[in-house]
Nanobody
Framework: QVQLVESGGGLVQPGESLRLSCAVS????????MGWYRQAPGKQRELVAT???????TYADSVKGRFTISRDNAKNTVWLQMNSLKPEDTAVYYC???????????????WGQGTQVTVSS
């Protein structure tokens, strides 16, 4: 069973920082792209940032210059460092990973359970 376990959400004031973590557990062959998405109340889920196993990261325009995505392939972990947080960053943040469980299997989409980030004074 493959699981994505997130941590690091919470309540912060505008301008403060948070760091989200997501660890992949279970038996897997490889992880391709990993990423973070978010969903605010009444809105659709949107991409925040992605990082391939090798290559360039991508960011939503709304978070460029404030958020940084990184990963450790040896630990099957991805992080999202969020600085200068704004009230509009308030959302449930979801970790995503494209995982190949066996060398002969297809790549499937996996999601974490979500972690709440609230930015409020």
């Amino acid at each position: 069973q493959v699981q994505l376990v997130e941590s690091g959400g919470g309540l912060v004031q505008p301008g403060e920082s948070l760091r989200l973590s997501c660890a992949v557990s279970g038996s897997i062959y490889s992880i391709n792209t990993m990423g973070w998405y978010r969903q605010a109340p009444g809105k659709q889920r949107e991409l925040v940032a992605t990082i391939p196993s090798g290559g360039r990261t991508t960011y939503a325009d709304s978070v460029k210059g404030r958020f940084t995505i990184s990963r450790d392939n040896a630990k099957n972990t991805v992080w999202l460092q969020m600085n200068s947080l704004k009230p509009e960053d308030t959302a449930v943040y979801y970790c995503n990973a494209l995982i190949q469980r066996y060398f002969y299997s297809r790549v499937d989409d996996y999601w974490g359970q979500g972690t709440q980030v609230t930015v409020s004074s």
